[in-house]
């Protein structure tokens, strides 16, 4: 099955400062990568996902990148802000294959004000 | 997006008891799947709530220990049978939207459960 690793595990910024988190997958058949952010006792939520036919999506401060050859995505927030800090999980799955969602071990971020 | 309402939100449990987890979805669903989180840890899938049909569970999850039912499309029971402390956790329901079918997973509030 898929499996998914997640680095780093903690991050710590400065406000303003980017943050990068990176994740590795092991099933090439893998072709939807969501990344969510769950905050303090709340459930995960979306905040952007990419899918295998894409090498990179924007959506304001936030960037997901892909590089299928090498089985890797990447998280990039810019000018980070004290909301951005979070637990964030990169996922996978095949949309093929029933859609269930391989997460990786999660980063937990800070951003320092 | 959609309103999915897990119920117990939390509860404490004895050792040797079973606790059952309801999840109620307000719009059509696709997939249902259970995922289990232990405290500080990630989202570990427990198994597939297949409609009408015997649920589809991960390696290291037995019927027997999470018997999961799915009588209709949106709904879904999870039991937690004859739990232990190691069965401390956080048990979220997940759906697909029929109306996305994008592959995007969609979490219930989860339900804390603590087993003394």
């Known amino acids: 099955g898929e499996n998914v690793e997640q680095h780093p595990s903690t991050l710590s910024v400065q406000e303003g400062d980017s943050a990068v988190i990176k994740c590795t997958y092991s099933?090439?058949?893998?072709?939807?990568f969501p990344w969510y952010k769950q905050e303090l006792g709340k459930r995960p939520q979306l905040i952007i996902d990419i899918r295998s036919n894409v090498g990179e999506k924007k959506d304001q401060r936030i960037a997901v990148t892909l590089n299928k050859t090498a089985k890797h995505f990447s998280l990039h927030i810019t000018e980070t802000q004290p909301e951005d800090s979070a637990v964030y999980f990169c996922?996978?799955?095949?949309?093929?294959?029933?859609?269930?969602?391989?997460f990786g071990g999660g980063t937990r971020l800070m951003v320092k004000p | 997006s959609a309103v999915i309402s897990q119920k117990p939100s939390r509860d404490i449990c004895q050792r040797g008891t079973s606790l059952t987890i309801q999840c109620q979805v307000d719009?059509?669903?696709?997939?249902m799947f259970w995922y289990r989180q232990q405290p500080g840890q990630s989202l570990t899938l427990i198994a597939t709530?297949?409609?009408?049909?015997?649920?589809?569970?991960e390696s290291g999850f037995v019927i027997d220990k999470f018997p999961i039912s799915r009588p209709n499309l949106t709904f879904s029971t999870l039991t937690v049978s004859n739990m232990s402390p190691e069965d401390s956790s956080i048990y979220l329901c997940s759906v697909e939207l029929a109306a996305r079918r994008t592959g995007e997973l969609f979490f219930g509030e989860g339900s804390r459960l603590t087993v003394l």
């Open positions: 996922a996978a799955s095949n949309n093929n294959a029933g859609n269930m969602l391989t």
């Open positions: 719009s059509q669903v696709t997939m």
């Open positions: 099933d090439s058949a893998s072709n939807y």
């Open positions: 709530a297949n409609q009408g049909s015997e649920a589809t569970y």
